[in-house]
């Protein structure tokens, strides 16, 4: 019937513009309006995720020729399993963003384009990025992937039970011990119960890393992993005995509390007032500040007091290019990151986030520097960063088997605080990443 051969013809149409509004000849993915689409994917959940989603929405708005399409993808190890399944494949994105443990085996993957490629292409100037941040990045001198949401780790503190104690609020403690009187005045207890800990690190091997740099301690030999392929850990040594030192005798104390391994439970007990001290992400800075019914205080992290502070060592993460995209497609790609890494961008997005701006010149933009002085807060991860020294130990170590490394190093922390022996625990623990490293 003529109404059945008209609808069929309909039908057809539809699928043959769908098609041509979703492919080129060469068949990549554009848009109805020809704009080359670029598939993102990212691990940023909550209000990052919606910075994200604002950036791209921004980039997208400007390009006549490039269509950002950003894909959240779960948790970093949830994202990475995912680019394991498809990478080589068709089906990887254009852009991913990888955590900073990643990098070890992103770089050796086989389905990136080192991002130096388009730095030397388009004569990108990268002076105009914080050394600091690029240096976990780059490998051999090149720069692997581009930093895109970057932190460090601080201290929070209570300012008000500071002052109730009779600790100024102005001056937070700097090594160990000043830490451990501070928890002690700090700590209450009602009979057995401890009503507020007087110190906090949440079970997350990010954080022992961290106090390890800031004492000059590596990781791991061949310089960190960054010489040569690493054999063996080392992280029993001095500086990490320091450390593992420092939480067992805060623990046998009654100072130190124990909230686990999830963010969001030592982060609450902070807020609620149940916690006076804690170390956290950078990225917490902005909710801390917000949401807390006191006056919150941040300084640098603590180190042992025969050692002075050396630094940080950059968290978060780094966008990386997959090469199972056509060039034109990776070309497409870079514009967004050039786009992301503009000053004003990254202004908008530390006011957002709390995470770092890669780019220095950000810190001249209005919009972040009302943020910094309405909260100076989020100043002191900067001069932290700033003050860095950049080594093989603050930048980071660089190992395939990373995530088992932490979780090898929070296990024994968990061990720590049950059985003590920090020594015994410690050795374990850098015997069993050794091994992890020879597999």
Known sequence: MNWKRSLLLVVIASVLVFAAACSNSGGETVTEDGKKVVTFWHAMGGGPGEAIDQMVADFNAQSDSVQVEAVYQGSYEELLNQLRAVGGSSEAPALVQVYEVGTKYMSESGFITPMQKFIDENNYDLSDLEENI????????????????????????????????????????????????????????????????????????WFFEQLLANQGGLYLDADNGRSGNPTKATI????????FNFLHDMNESGYLGNFGRT????????????????????????????????????????????????????????????????????????????????????AKWAAATGYFPITKAAYEEDTLKAVYEEHPQFTTAVQQLQNTQLTPATQGALM???????????????????????????????????EALKN
């Open 400 to 434: 395939n088997v990373f995530p088992e490394a932490r979780n090898i190093v929070e296990n024994a922390i968990e061990e720590l605080y049950e059985n003590g022996d920090p020594e015994g625990v410690l050795k374990r623990a850098s015997d069993a990443i050794t």
């Open 263 to 346: 963010w969001d439970d030592i982060r609450a007990a902070f807020r609620a007032g149940q916690l006076a001290m804690y170390l956290d992400s950078t990225a917490a800075t902005r909710d801390n500040v917000t949401h807390s019914p006191f006056e919150v205080g941040t300084a640098f992290l603590p180190h042992p007091d025969s050692v002075g502070p050396n630094g940080v060592i950059v968290g978060g993460g780094s966008l990386w290019m997959t090469n199972q995209v056509s060039e034109d497609t990776q070309d497409a790609a870079w514009e967004f990151i050039k786009f992301s890494t503009q000053p004003g961008m990254q």
């Open 134 to 205: 690029l240096g976990y990045y780059q490998l051999d001198g090149e720069l692997y992937s581009m930093p895109f949401n970057t932190s460090n780790a601080i201290m929070f503190y209570n300012k008000d039970m500071f002052a109730e104690v009779g600790l100024d609020p102005e001056n937070p403690p700097a090594t160990f011990s000043e830490v451990k009187a501070a928890a002690e005045k700090l700590t209450k207890k009602s009979g057995n119960e401890t009503e507020v800990y007087g110190f906090a690190i949440l079970i997350y091997g």
């Open 236 to 243: 029993d040594g001095t500086e990490g005995q320091a450390v």
